[in-house]
């Protein structure tokens, strides 16, 4: 059995079904870990996380792996952070482990916790699923399907990582294997036309689905993957952009790559009402936006806002109970934001955590800290930090 816990962005779940295809498996589960971790059975299993909170989790990922006994245990898109780095050390006592991220490590002994049964490939100039890419072709794993040099492409276009050298290197190589991945979509809107690369558009599909259904949207996500992957290839991905109307043989021949085309029809209508509707609060040093909305917008919303200083967004409409969900983004102001975020943690006492990259970060706040306290705690981390 192949087990794997993901994150559940476009990097995370399209990392998760080339995994896949290396073993030569066809057929997995799809499990949203924020609310169901019972062990399941089967030829493969994927535990999607990090909607919320991002990392695995020790006793979680533990109990799975006990009930499963799998032959092999991928950790992707899931930062090396303590907590993650631990929980795959542990798993790697009963299976083998490897652990493929492009975060910044905020653990320095990253490398250290490489052994005979944990291999830690941590690479920032990329993106997971591109370091999936390369971690096929060096293994002697590159499966014989076109597919799998496409998902790179989408994994790397959703975690916006093209410009990065390493990402740069595999789209060349994927360009030379599949030169569709550089066709562009035509669609005209207004009697003004737009274009834009195959996979980028797919890349937002699945990017939207853990916008408006956080984890259980990833499920959705990734059973794209495979309807792609096992039934329409290419040909149905061109089918999905057309304009939503009345094509019900695709929702009926393929119902969750509909759906995710719906999900991105009702995000694009519903993005602006939630630009238009945020308040926050602004410091000679940080600006943070407060929003209460049901879906993960906050990412997309600080990046629309950033500008000369850090933009964060904290939406207490998600669904946890005692956490809202945190994004920031750097915009041009060049400040390394995951130092900001281990600061920020270190100076509220754990009620603001999480990480990301220099130019974008996620995390949570706790629901108890008043208003006033996140933006304080942000501004003297943002002061720290320069």
């Known amino acids: 059995m192949i087990l794997v816990f993901t994150h559940v962005d476009a990097d995370g779940v399209t990392a998760a079904r080339m995994a896949l295809m290396m073993e030569g498996v066809r057929e997995a589960e799809a499990v949203p870990m924020s609310e169901d971790v019972t062990p399941r059975s089967g030829k493969a299993v994927v535990y999607l996380t990090g909607s919320v909170f991002f990392g695995l989790p020790l006793d979680e990922s533990m ?18 952070t303590r907590e993650t780095l631990e929980a795959a050390r542990a798993i790697s006592s009963l299976a083998e482990v490897v652990l493929i991220d492009h975060h910044p490590p905020d653990w320095e002994a990253a490398k250290a916790y490489a052994s005979p049964s944990l291999k830690v490939i941590n690479v920032p100039d990329n993106c997971t699923a591109g370091l999936v890419y390369e971690y096929a072709k060096e293994n002697g794993m590159l499966p014989d399907d076109p597919l799998f040099a496409l998902f790179a492409a989408v994994g790397i276009h959703g975690d916006m990582a093209a410009d990065k050298d390493g990402a740069k290197q595999v789209l060349d190589e994927v360009s030379k294997q599949l030169p569709e991945v550089g066709w562009e979509v035509v ?9 834009m690369p195959l996979p980028v558009r797919y890349s937002r599909f699945l990017n939207t689905a853990r916008r408006v259904a956080y984890d259980y949207g990833a499920k959705v996500a990734f059973l794209s993957l495979g309807e792609i992957q096992d039934y329409g290839g290419l040909a149905l991905l061109e089918d999905v952009f057309n304009p939503r109307g009345t094509d019900y043989t695709l929702e009926a021949r393929f119902p969750y790559t509909a759906l995710l085309r719906r999900w991105y029809y009702d995000w694009l209508s519903e993005r602006e009402k939630v630009l238009s509707s945020m308040r926050g609060i602004s410091t000679p040093l940080v600006t943070v936006y407060f929003l209460d909305h049901p879906w993960d917008v906050g990412g ?15 939406n207490y409409g998600c669904p946890d109970e005692d956490y809202a969900v945190l994004h920031g983004r750097a915009g041009r102001s060049k400040i390394d934001l995951s130092a900001v975020m281990a600061r920020a943690e270190e100076i509220s006492a754990g009620t603001i955590r999480g990480g990301g990259h220099p130019e974008a970060v996620g995390g949570v706040v706790a629901r108890s800290l008043p208003r006033k306290d996140v933006v304080r705690f942000l501004h003297e981390a943002v002061a720290a930090t320069v």
């Open 63 to 80: 109990l799975i792996v006990r009930a499963l006994s799998p032959e092999r245990v991928y950790v992707l898109d899931l930062g090396t």
């Open 187 to 195: 669609q005209t809107f207004n009697h003004r036309e737009r274009s």
């Open 300 to 314: 997309y919303a600080a990046s629309v806002r950033a500008s000369s200083k850090p933009t964060f967004t904290v």
